[in-house]
């Protein structure tokens, strides 16, 4: 079983900037894939950003150029900086991880809104 913990939501004004983590836990697990995701009101969940172990790094069109994911495996912590925040941006934003045994763990999710 994988805990995931996330942090470093809130509300900013556009064009401002949020870093979000997102720290796992647990016993005898080893990350392949982190991703993160959100789902804004009335909408499906998103894939906003995903890193697998290689270290690349995949975007969703709406947030190139803006937004950098990253991990540090020796804390088996994910990051999201999100920069030149947009109202569009507003969602709650989920944590993703894939363990090497296959299994997927979703965070609580953290709040991310961005005012006009």
């Known amino acids: 079983q994988v805990q995931l913990v996330e942090s470093g939501g809130g509300l900013v004004q556009a064009g401002g900037s949020l870093r979000l983590s997102c720290t796992a836990s647990g016993r005898d697990f080893r990350i392949n894939a982190m991703a993160w995701y959100r789902q804004a009101p009335g909408k499906q969940r998103e894939l906003v950003a995903r890193i697998p172990n290689s270290g690349s790094t995949d975007y969703a069109d709406s947030v190139k150029g803006r937004f950098t994911i990253s991990r540090d495996n020796a804390k088996n912590t994910l990051y999201l900086q999100m920069n030149s925040l947009r109202p569009e941006d507003t969602a709650v934003y989920y944590c993703?991880?894939?363990?090497?045994?296959?299994?997927?763990?979703w965070g609580q999710g953290t709040q991310v809104t961005v005012s006009s």
């Open positions: 993703n991880v894939r363990t090497w045994r296959g299994y997927t763990y």
